[in-house]
C-alpha cells in the first residue's frame, strides 16, 4: 500500500482536508493487485504517534484499480494532526493492518484533485511532458528554481524520501509566511525533503558544467541531536555517479540561513536538492523553509563579460585594504627567500570579512585561520642505500601561477595552537625511503607539495620550485632522500606561515604586490603576487585578481618585501599600490 500527501499546481481551490493518493497491495503469489474492498482508518496525533486507542474507520472503499486512486478524509483547517492505516478486508476475518502513516494536517484541496475524484477509481498520475521539457532547464540565472520554496501552497513540489513530511500551518513558527515543513528522522536513520515536480517525483535541474550553483534555506532544530542541513546533488547525463556537497550543519533551536556554493565540474549534467537530517545522533524534529536553489554563470559570455561579479565593496578592519592583512617575510639565502600574507587578522579576534553585493545580499569571506588543520599520513618503503634517520612532515597546497613572474605559491593549513599543529614524524629504517600519503582534492588547487626536515619545524619544500604533486597521489622521497637544506630550499617558519598564501623562492631584499581575491566558484580566497619594479607583471596580477567570478579584496596591490639573507620582516600594508582598483567599467 503506498500513501502519498499530495496537491497538484497552483489553482482555484474548493475544499479543505487531507487529500491521500492510495494504489493496491500486490499479492506475492500471483504478482497482480489485490481485488478487495480497502478500509481506511484515522487515528489524532499524540505527541508525535497515533493515538490507536481513538482510531475510527473513515472510509470503506471498493476495490482500487492497479491505476489508483485518491481518496479525501474531509476535514477543517487546523492544527490537528492525523495519521492514516490501510487493510484490504479479504473474507470474515478481514486483513491484516499495514502500518500507520503520518502525521498529516488538512489543507486547501484543489478542484483538480476533486474532479479526479468524482471520475472514480483509476486515476493514475501522468507527467506533462510540454511541462517537463520548458521546467527541465528554466534557464542559466541567478533566480530562485524552487516553485513553493515556503510551503504556502502546502505539499506540491515536495516529496519525502525517508522519515515523515508535514506541512504546518502557523505563522508564529514559520520562518516567513503561514506554513512551514516539519521534518522528522528517528535515531539511526535520515531523513530527506526533496525538491519534486509536478507528480510528486524528486526533480533534476539541467545544469552545464561551469555553472556556479548556489543552494540552502532557513532551518530549525526544534529537538534531537543529528545534524540538519541541506544537500546537493550533481549527476551525470544519465543521472548516474552521483556526488554531493553540503551546507553547513544547523543544529540550533532558532530559525537561521545556511548557504552551499558548488562549481559544475566536468561530466556533470543534472543537479538536485534536499533538506536532510543524518543518522549521526537520535532522532530529530526540524523545521524547514524559504529553501533557494539558484544557477549563476561560472564565466563570461558574450552577454556577461564579468562572470556576475558587479563591484563589491568589502567589509572589515579599519586598515586601508578593510582586509585585515599582515605579513611576514624571511629565509636564510637570496632566491629561497620567502613572503606570507595572512588575512582576517587584525584586531582582538581573527575573523572573517564581509563582502556586500550591489543587490543587497552578501558574502562571508573566511578568515586565514579557518580551514582545519590537517597532519600527513606518513610511511616507509623499501629503497635505496640511505641509514636509518628521522624525518619531520608537512604539507602545503599549491596554485600554479599564483607566485611573482608566473611561479606557484603555497596554501599552508593554520597551525594556531601549536607550533608542531600539522607536522608528523617517521623514524625511517635504513634501506628505506620516506613515502607521504596524497591528500584529498581541495577545489581550485592544482596539487599538493610535501616539506621535509630533519627535527621540528624545520622543514623545507623540495626544491625551488618544488615538486607539485596531485591529488590523491603518494609521494615517495628519491634514492638520494629528501631536500633537508634551507640554503637551497626555501624553509618553512611558525607562526609565519601558519594559514597563509606563501610566495616562496623569492630574492632577498625585494618588494612585492599581492593581489587578493574572492573565488565564488570554491567559495575560498587566492592571492597573486608581482614584483614592485614590473608594472606589467602587476597588470596581469590585477586582471586575474578582476577575473570572472572573482570578487578583489583589495583596491590595488599590497606591498610587502623579503629581508635580507637570514633576516625577518612583517607589515601591515596599507590600501591601495601598484596596478588595479576595486573598479568594474562597462564600455
Known amino acids: 500500500m503506498a500513501l502519498t500527501y499530495t496537491d497538484r499546481h497552483p489553482v482555484e481551490l474548493a475544499q479543505t482536508g487531507i487529500a491521500i493518493a492510495l494504489t493496491p497491495a500486490i499479492d506475492a503469489v500471483t504478482n497482480l493487485a489485490v481485488t478487495a474492498p480497502l478500509e481506511v482508518q484515522r487515528a489524532p496525533d499524540s505527541s508525535g504517534s497515533p493515538n490507536a486507542g481513538a482510531a475510527v474507520t473513515v472510509a470503506m472503499l471498493p476495490a482500487i484499480s492497479p491505476g489508483g486512486t485518491i481518496y479525501i478524509d474531509p476535514l477543517p483547517l487546523t492544527a490537528s494532526r492525523y495519521w492514516y492505516r490501510f487493510r484490504h478486508v479479504v473474507g470474515a476475518g478481514g486483513g491484516t493492518w499495514g502500518a500507520w502513516n503520518g502525521p498529516f494536517e488538512a489543507v486547501e484541496v484543489s478542484k483538480e484533485i476533486l474532479g479526479a475524484v468524482r471520475n472514480g477509481p483509476g486515476l493514475t498520475a501522468t507527467l506533462d511532458p510540454a511541462w517537463t521539457q520548458t521546467q527541465a532547464r528554466p534557464g542559466t540565472h541567478t533566480q530562485q528554481l524552487l516553485p513553493n520554496m515556503g510551503f504556502e501552497d502546502g505539499p506540491p513540489f515536495w516529496v519525502v524520501g525517508t522519515g515523515t513530511l508535514i506541512i504546518l500551518t502557523d505563522s508564529t513558527k514559520a520562518q516567513s509566511g503561514n506554513r512551514y515543513a516539519q521534518l522528522t528522522s528517528v535515531t539511526g536513520t535520515p531523513a530527506t525533503a526533496l525538491a519534486a515536480d509536478d507528480v510528486g517525483q524528486p526533480r533534476y535541474f539541467e545544469v552545464n558544467p561551469g555553472d556556479v550553483i548556489q543552494f540552502g534555506g532557513w532551518l530549525y532544530r526544534e529537538s534531537g541531536t543529528a545534524n540538519v542541513r541541506y544537500v546537493l546533488e550533481l549527476t551525470d547525463k544519465d543521472k548516474a555517479n552521483p556526488t554531493t556537497s553540503t551546507t553547513a550543519n544547523q543544529n540550533t533551536a532558532a530559525w537561521l540561513q545556511v548557504q552551499g556554493q558548488q562549481l559544475v565540474p566536468a561530466g556533470k549534467k543534472y543537479a538536485r536538492v534536499w533538506a536532510e537530517i543524518d543518522a549521526t545522533g537520535t532522532g530529530v524534529v526540524a523545521r524547514v523553509d524559504d529553501v533557494f536553489l539558484r544557477i549563476a554563470f561560472g564565466a563570461s559570455t558574450v552577454?556577461?563579460?564579468?562572470?556576475?561579479?558587479?563591484?563589491?565593496?568589502?567589509?572589515?578592519?579599519?586598515?586601508?585594504?578593510?582586509?585585515?592583512?599582515?605579513?611576514?617575510?624571511?629565509?636564510?639565502?637570496?632566491?629561497?627567500?620567502?613572503?606570507?600574507?595572512?588575512?582576517?587578522?587584525?584586531?582582538?579576534?581573527?575573523?572573517?570579512?564581509?563582502?556586500?553585493?550591489?543587490?543587497?545580499?552578501?558574502?562571508?569571506?573566511?578568515?586565514?585561520?579557518?580551514?582545519?588543520?590537517?597532519?600527513?599520513?606518513?610511511?616507509?618503503?623499501?629503497?635505496?642505500?640511505?641509514g636509518a634517520r628521522t624525518r619531520f612532515v608537512r604539507v602545503a597546497l599549491v596554485k600554479n601561477g599564483g607566485g611573482p613572474s608566473g611561479a606557484l605559491a603555497l596554501r599552508t593549513y593554520p597551525t594556531p595552537v601549536l607550533a608542531t599543529d600539522g607536522e608528523a614524524s617517521l623514524a625511517i629504517l635504513a634501506n628505506n625511503l620516506l613515502k607521504v600519503t596524497g591528500p584529498a582534492a581541495v577545489a581550485g588547487y592544482d596539487g599538493w607539495t610535501p616539506l621535509v626536515g630533519t627535527v621540528s619545524q624545520a622543514e623545507v619544500v623540495q626544491g625551488d620550485p618544488p615538486v607539485v604533486v596531485a591529488f590523491g597521489t603518494d609521494w615517495t622521497e628519491p634514492v638520494g632522500g629528501a631536500q633537508t637544506s634551507s640554503a637551497t630550499n626555501t624553509p618553512y617558519n611558525w607562526p609565519g606561515w601558519s594559514g597563509a598564501w606563501v610566495f616562496i623562492g623569492l630574492a632577498a631584499s625585494t618588494s612585492f604586490y599581492a593581489y587578493p581575491y574572492y573565488d565564488t566558484a570554491t567559495a575560498d580566497s587566492f592571492w597573486v603576487a608581482a614584483i614592485s619594479t614590473n608594472s606589467d607583471q602587476q597588470a596581469v596580477a590585477a586582471r586575474t585578481q578582476y577575473g570572472d567570478g572573482h570578487c578583489p579584496l583589495t583596491s590595488g596591490g599590497l606591498l610587502g618585501a623579503t629581508p635580507a639573507a637570514a633576516g625577518s620582516g612583517s607589515g601591515t600594508p596599507a590600501t591601495g599600490g601598484g596596478t588595479g582598483s576595486n573598479q568594474k567599467l562597462l564600455t
Not at 563579460?305 to 578593510?322: H, N, R, V
Not at 569571506?365 to 588543520?373: K, L
Open 303 to 386: 552577454l556577461n563579460q564579468q562572470g556576475s561579479i558587479a563591484p563589491t565593496p568589502l567589509g572589515g578592519a579599519t586598515d586601508g585594504a578593510g582586509l585585515g592583512a599582515t605579513y611576514a617575510s624571511g629565509g636564510a639565502v637570496t632566491g629561497h627567500m620567502w613572503l606570507a600574507w595572512r588575512w582576517g587578522v587584525i584586531g582582538a579576534t581573527p575573523g572573517p570579512r564581509t563582502i556586500y553585493r550591489p543587490d543587497g545580499t552578501s558574502i562571508t569571506v573566511p578568515y586565514s585561520g579557518t580551514p582545519a588543520v590537517i597532519t600527513p599520513t606518513l610511511a616507509q618503503v623499501a629503497g635505496g642505500a640511505l
